[in-house]
């Protein structure tokens, strides 16, 4: 007899009276987008203006012997060659962070433009700025090099041998114990561990252990890496660029170019997707160096073909995961061993991989060792819950199994040992109060889950993720005009709707409309630091700015009334957007009204907000999923989708739903199509939208989506991220649900027709 | 006394302790006084002055606002953790 027990933690408060949070205004960057006059990167144009090219390794590892730049500076037309040698020297190699990654300095100096060797094909090695795009092509043929080709290593576990060839012969393997003494190929050795995994193990009824392997995968953001920069004569350098972070691309510059921070300054352009793939630089250092060389600014877009082989994809992962369970259901020990690729420089998310794969759990005994291993391949970025989806893969359906074997059904075994309030994970942390029992039992009564599914070759899986999310920093101000508008200066930039979602909170705790806010995005000359757009921070820790900000309005408010009033501040009251006299009931001013009476009274009046919030809160998910197979080709077909989520408070709820189903939608195509087809020469086979398969509208059912709410006790309006962990359960709900579809285990995705097929046995 | 907990890595040089107790007011002070007992793990922790990139510390399981500088109380415990940017953890937590 299995009891399940409700956790003890604090009931759910109800929801306060909100009248802005919870609407579904329309976005303040709607029009201009839809209208096509919104500005992005490659919309720039100014006088004088040249366009960058880049020259890029034919070949996946090699040495370079020699670059001849001499009949390419010689066409007409060109006004500047660089190549590594017109970086600058870095005497350091610290770590810099990026907020969503990071990496050492010199790693970074190395993968803008190549020096001793290439590392991956599409490396960058040189690059020219001409009149026009056509002449700096052109000259790019020019470029003569001498490589020394070298054996590429592209399999992660290949790499790790002893005898593969090194990337690097000065990469040694770093962990907290210390250093290898030999080089390697694997750069990073992590270890979580909590109780006694043997005496888990001896305690579990039932064990299974299982290989699960995923393949590189790109972020499919549509707008391509673009970057325009001036060099002024007095060293000032402006740049124009899509990027996730104006002040991470600054910070950036300024270590690889040795520029103080204060001469650069960073405008961010509208941005056309990112996913994390859009923080670290890769075109705008290089525009820089030819503008400092030519005087005069470089634009420089990639092609698709540059975004897929050159910019950062995720890690391809190997995952070994054995876990056991009492014959009551209840998970008693796991054990991981964790390899993430990390491309040519280490940068795979494997920490947060290694403390998401298990996160849904409450699992008393736990080791997990994880592998950052460098491959010939393009140094790996970050993409939506970085690490964590291929690591739901592996545990999510290592967790149907289990629940199979001891006989329940894949929710009731979720929940029986979902972690909650108090949980403490095998990473060290200990959980705040969480959603994830909510999601589980929100799911077991959808209609979803209760609906028949009786076809042949039609399967029903679920999984579950956690993404913890982030909190960072965040800068802004908001200014009271005398017409009662406030116009709200942030420096997030804005990839999934911030604007709007920054405006509800400031409306909500000002008590004015929505509309009555102009939020707009500044450059890093016009507003304090802000970490990057990504960790699903910006609604929280931005709104948490915004909160600050109108208390301070609120104080300056209240100071005014009493000024005119001829009272104590104590005497004032606001609320909703009303300053009433608690003394004299015919005292009475709107915000608008007081607004108008700002610089008569003491002069404009303005609120700002720092905060470095660290209390964010995780976020979780369970989705469920039914697929049908084609047993004769092998295809994959979603027929219905619904995506269960702790969002804390839901602030507008059509950007929180459109920020699940994308997760989905991008989850669903990992599962199923997506892969970095290399050939044994590390030479990139679909380096193009036409074969690398992203899923389309004719491929995913309207997604539906149940919002559970469950607000986070530390922010304000109850807000957590809500962006990243929709990608999360996908994977291994679509494999779940295959196999329930085919009878069938798949542990390798993608889970396109030919594996599809090979699985059924249908062709070898 | 507060009590540290030591990631698994670094428990070899504490003679396999999973927590340990020590004396201190700040989170720098606690691992001070805990390098100055098994200096092979204050290798491991410092870098000189500097704390080594790579970790992070929670109290009673929250991440610590001020790292380095967090003030703690007798009780509680400081769990050194690895660093994640953009998600659990933050390296600049250290700071």
């Not at chain 1, 350091?92 to 790693?107: F, T, V």
């Not at chain 1, 940068?347 to 403390?355: H, I, R, V």
């Not at chain 2, 922790?45 to 380095?68: E, M, S």
Request: charged residues 20%; contains cysteine; negative net charge.
């Amino acid at each position: 007899m299995i009891i399940e027990e409700k956790p003890r933690q604090q009931e759910t408060p109800a929801k306060p009276a909100y009248k802005v949070i919870g609407t579904r205004p329309v976005r303040p960057d709607g029009v201009e987008k839809v209208i096509g006059r919104a500005k992005y990167g490659a919309d720039i144009d100014l006088p004088g203006m040249l366009y960058g090219k880049v020259l890029r390794s034919p070949v996946a590892h090699a040495y370079i012997r020699s670059i001849d730049t001499s009949a390419a500076e010689k066409l007409p037309g060109v006004k500047a060659v660089v190549t590594s040698a017109d970086l600058p020297r870095l005497s350091s190699n610290e770590y810099i962070d990026m907020g969503e990654g990071g990496g050492q300095l010199q790693d970074l100096h190395d993968n803008i433009l190549a020096s001793r060797k290439v590392l991956y094909k599409g490396h960058a090695i040189a690059s020219v700025a001409a009149t026009n795009p056509h002449i700096a092509e052109e000259a790019l043929s020019l470029i003569k090099l001498d490589l020394e080709e070298l054996p590429p290593v592209l399999d992660p576990l290949e790499a790790m041998r002893e005898d593969a060839p090194l990337l690097d012969d000065q990469r040694y393997t770093e962990s907290l114990a210390g250093r290898s003494s030999k080089p390697s190929n694997i750069a990073r050795h992590a270890q979580h561990a909590i109780g006694d995994i043997e005496a888990g193990f001896a305690q579990a009824d039932v064990i299974v252990e299982r290989e699960y392997r995923t393949s590189m995968v790109h972020q499919g953001y549509i707008e391509p890496q673009n970057g325009t920069a001036l060099w002024d004569a007095d060293d000032h350098i402006t740049v124009w660029t899509s990027t996730q972070g104006a002040f991470s691309v600054r910070a950036e510059l300024s270590k690889l170019l040795l520029v103080p921070l204060a001469q650069i300054r960073v405008i961010p352009m509208e941005i056309g997707g990112g996913f994390g793939g859009k923080i670290a630089v890769y075109l705008e250092p290089v525009a820089a160096l030819l503008s400092r060389k030519a005087g005069r600014p470089v634009k420089m877009t990639m092609t698709r073909a540059e975004v897929l082989e050159a910019t950062g994809p995720t890690s391809g992962t190997y995952i070994k995961l054995k876990m056991g369970a009492k014959k009551d259901g209840r998970l008693i020990a796991a054990q991981a061993y964790m390899v993430y690729e990390s491309g040519a420089y280490p940068s795979s998310p494997l920490g947060a991989g290694m403390s998401c794969m298990l996160g849904p759990y409450d699992i008393p005994n736990v080791l997990i060792d994880g592998y950052d291993v460098v491959v010939n391949k393009p140094r790996t970025a970050a993409y939506r819950a970085p690490g964590a989806p291929a690591a739901a893969f592996a545990a999510e359906s290592l967790v149907d199994e289990l629940a199979g074997k001891v006989g329940l059904d894949p929710l009731t075994f979720r929940r029986i040992n979902a972690s909650k309030l108090g949980t403490r994970l095998a990473n060290g942390n200990v959980l705040p109060r969480v959603g994830n029992y909510e999601c589980i039992t929100a799911a077991m009564e959808s209609e979803h889950w209760n609906a028949p599914l009786s076809a042949p070759w039609r399967g029903r899986g679920v999984a579950s993720g956690v993404w913890y999310n982030w909190g960072g920093l965040s800068s802004l101000t908001a200014s009271v005009n005398a017409d009662g508008s406030v116009t709200l200066t942030e420096g997030s930039t804005d990839i999934g709707g911030s604007r709007a979602t920054a405006a509800m909170q400031l409306a909500e705790a000002l008590g004015i409309p929505y509309e009555s806010i102009h939020p707009f995005v500044a450059d890093t000359d016009n507003i304090g630091y802000n970490d990057v757009t990504g960790g699903s921070r910006t609604t929280f820790a931005t709104g948490w700015a915004v909160y600050e900000a109108a208390q301070q309005i609120k104080r300056q408010l209240i100071e005014r009334a009493a000024r005119l009033w001829e009272c104590s501040e104590t005497d004032v009251d606001y609320t909703n957007g009303v300053l009433t006299c608690k003394t004299n009931p015919d005292l009475r001013l709107s915000f608008k009204e007081m607004a108008e009476k700002a610089h008569s009274t003491g002069g404009t009046i303005v609120g700002c907000g720092n905060p470095s919030p660290k209390q964010f809160g995780p976020a979780f998910a369970t989705h469920i999923v039914d697929v049908e197979v084609d047993p004769e080709t092998g295809k994959v077909q979603i027929l219905r989708y619904t995506a269960i989520q702790d969002v804390g408070t839901a602030i507008h709820p059509s950007y929180v739903e459109g920020q699940i189903q994308g997760g989905v939608a991008q989850g669903v195509g990992w599962a199923l199509n997506e892969v970095y087809d290399y050939d044994e020469q590390g030479r990139l086979r679909n380096a193009s939208l036409l074969d690398y398969r992203q899923p389309t509208t004719l491929d995913l059912p309207m997604i539906d989506t149940i919002l559970v709410e469950v607000p986070n006790p530390t922010h304000p309006y109850g807000v957590r991220g809500v962006g990243e962990v929709p990608i999360v359960p996908p994977l291994a709900a679509v494999a779940n649900a295959i196999a329930h579809a085919t009878g069938q285990r798949f542990l390798k995705l993608p889970l396109n027709p030919d594996a599809v097929l090979r699985g059924l046995g249908k062709i070898k | 006394m507060v009590k540290v907990w030591i990631p698994a890595l670094l428990r070899p040089l504490v003679n396999g302790q999973v927590k340990l107790a020590v004396e201190g007011s700040t989170v720098r002070e606690a691992l001070h006084n805990l390098s100055t007992t098994y200096p092979n793990l204050g290798a491991r922790l410092w870098d000189g002055q500097h704390l080594r990139p790579g970790l992070a510390f929670a109290i009673n399981g929250q991440i610590a606002p001020l790292g380095l500088s967090q003030t703690i109380n007798t009780d509680d415990e400081v769990e050194i953790l690895p660093a994640i940017g953009g998600g659990t953890l933050s390296p600049a937590s250290h700071r």
